[in-house]
């Protein structure tokens, strides 16, 4: 590679390690020049990430936890998160995000879509339902679980515990309340900041073509979800639940 083309890349990949996308017509040797796409891929894949397309944007999205959506923790409670949050709130919030996700497939290894839009209520029964199937759970066994999946799942269900899922209202709050409702809609706030979702009509939400393509191609493969989407399915089904019931 000449160095005219290399400094050309280099600014593309510039543009997506600071903005996280970049238009296509403004990235077009992307598209035509396959040294400087294996060169665009191979930048990216020094800092865990990779590059995909979906119109009319080319994106850099992370492929590791620890650097999701190219924020540290500090960084999204800062932003989105009620002060004297904690870094359980996060955890919750990508919990919630994989629920999202989850409504609009019927099993983790299907990539078509099988619902159009999905409502704030729907969200919150269905966040709701996963994590009361999970607190039936042995609590030895979820200990079992925090390993095998990375989520410290006892904190988690703790947090969603300590939401107040009635009292929407009520003054009486410290810093660290936050109702059920009020937390789905800062992840949600995130979700279309992100441009993982798109508000389509009051209160419906749907999946990006940025969040199909990501999901197409990584979120599904086990290697990039550690089996966590498997194990919200099967929470779904009861499957998890009776596992843990049947140590009783």
């Keep these: 590679m000449n160095d005219q083309l290399l400094m050309e890349t280099f600014k593309i990949y510039a543009v997506l390690n600071a903005e ?12 035509t020049d396959d ?6 891929m191979a930048f990216a894949n020094e800092v865990d990430c990779t590059i995909i397309s979906a119109d009319p944007y080319i994106y850099m999205v992370p492929l590791t936890k620890n650097s999701i959506f190219h924020m540290t923790n500090d960084e999204i409670k800062k932003q989105y998160f009620p002060s004297r949050s904690l870094n359980v709130d996060i955890y919750l919030m990508y919990v919630a995000i994989i629920i999202f996700i989850g409504e609009f497939y019927d099993s983790y290894q299907t990539t078509r879509p099988t619902r159009d ?8 029964s269905s966040l709701n339902e996963r994590l009361m199937a999970l607190k039936n759970i042995d609590e030895e066994i979820l200990k079992d679980m925090e390993e095998e999946y990375a989520y410290n799942w006892l904190d988690i269900l703790t947090n969603w515990e300590a939401m107040d899922n009635i009292k929407e209202g009520v003054r009486r709050h410290t810093a660290r309340t ?7 809609l800062i992840v949600k706030q995130f979700m279309i900041k992100e441009e993982i979702a798109v508000e389509i009509g009051q209160d419906e939400l749907c999946l990006t073509d940025k969040a199909h393509t990501i999901i197409r191609k990584y979120f599904m ?3 990039y979800n550690k089996g966590i989407l498997e194990f919200i399915y099967q ?3 009861g499957e998890t639940t009776d596992a843990g019931n049947s140590q009783d």
């Design 20 to 31: 996280g996308k970049m238009l296509k017509e403004n990235a077009k040797l992307y598209h």
């Design 35 to 40: 040294e400087v796409r294996g060169t665009l």
């Design 117 to 124: 839009f999905l409502t704030t209520v729907e969200w919150l």
């Design 178 to 184: 936050v109702s059920r409702m009020s937390f789905i």
């Design 221 to 223: 493969e086990y290697e």
């Design 235 to 237: 929470l779904e089904q």
